[in-house]
């Protein structure tokens, strides 16, 4: 895997394209996106679809163009903030000089600014206009207040120009735009690391047709192990009862019961660097399993419950493997979960409440308290996906360095 190839596979790109000659190239940056592994969503302003049409950029990047900022369609689905929460990154090529000007006043009159003024993520801009505009000084001035936001400047190159004439203001080849926009995000924080991380629910039979298990849908888990594959790291996934697909580069065993769990676990745990205990375990299971279906009766049924293996604490005790655990938890969520740390002897906590409806258990988004021996982080509401790149840049930034 190439450099390029690791620190943008599976990201969130937003690509902007402005009015230029040169929008026909936004369509090769989106292919090259999509090659390296990207998932790519294209604005189109109004001056762009003056020389490519929408119909370009949703056959190359496989998704609809967004195009109008009070669009009744889109802000019912991914509008202009959805947008901005959804991309990872914002890429903008090619960028004219208009769009250089309104993002330096704060404009947001239009469905890209609006993008660009309410993001939280990295904006990068390819420039491309006539050598004199380029050179314009109310251009430079505008391109240095961008800069000084922070903004990434990409390009732009030097050579023949659509109007005949020969200077700077040209695209920047796509390849290179590409290239230059995986460098907006840190690569390799896990390369050479084995990372084991346990996911979803267990099932603890009562009958051949009856079960004891808990809500969890397994995505905080599987995007754990996608940003862990995400940053060159080797992933361990033991994934309970669940039906979501196995994100790529990550090696899954599938697994029924916390026995089955632990057993899995221990047996697999020698090599690992880091081990993320993500799975909702069951605390207890049926001291007995009826061997046939149990009748249903007028009379109480009494199930006899024993404790099921911690399969944390194990791993904690009996391995030097640097220790997350997650707590689910109703009440008190740091006084619950710092108990947890502790008793469990745990590098580090995350917790997060499981009796809202718009987080934790199978919800798409989370909101978590991370808890650790010096320190602790909130973070805020947000897609699993963001998140788990977050807590996996955090558990490299505070685990020890060898």
Known sequence: MNLMTQTLSNKCILVGVCGSIAAYKGGEVVRELR???????????????????????QALSGHPVHRELLDEASEAGM?????????????????????LARSAQGR?????????????SPLAIAPAMNQKMWSNP?????????????VTLIGPDTGDQACGETGPGRLLDPIDIVAKTSLLFQASSFSGKTVMITAGPTREAIDPVRFLSNHSSGKMGFALAQAVAEQGGKCILIAGPVTLPTPAKVTRFDVVSAT????????????????IGCAAVSDYRPAT???????????????????????????????????????????????????????????????????R????????????????SDGEED????????????????????????
């Open 108 to 120: 947001a009159d239009d469905l890209l600014s609006a993008v660009c003024l309410a993001r939280t």
């Open 289 to 355: 399993v009826a061997l046939q279906k149990l009748k249903k009766s007028p009379q109480p049924l009494h199930i006899d419950l024993v404790a099921n293996p911690d399969i944390i604490s194990a791993v904690a005790k009996e391995t030097s493997v640097y220790t997350i655990g997650f707590a689910a938890e109703t009440e008190q969520l740091e006084q619950h979960a710092q108990k947890k740390r502790h008793q469990k002897n745990l590098d580090m906590i995350v917790a997060n409440w499981v009796n």
């Open 357 to 372: 409806s718009d987080q934790g258990f199978n919800s798409d988004e989370n909101a978590v308290s991370v808890y650790w």
């Open 79 to 99: 509008g202009h903030i959805e947008l901005a929460r959804w991309a990872d990154a914002i890429l903008i090529a090619p960028a004219s000089a208009n769009f």
């Open 138 to 150: 109310i251009t430079q001035n505008n391109l240095a207040t961008l800069q000084k936001l922070g």
């Open 35 to 57: 090659r390296a592994g990207a998932e790519v969503r294209v604005i189109m302003t109004t001056g762009a679809m003056e020389f490519v049409t929408p119909l370009t950029f």
């Open 260 to 275: 089955q769990m632990q057993q899995m676990v221990m047996s697999h745990i020698s090599g690992c660097d880091y081990f």
């Open 379 to 402: 973070f805020p509401l947000q897609s699993k996906t963001k998140l788990a790149r977050q807590l996996i840049a955090l558990i490299a930034k505070q685990a020890p360095k060898e």
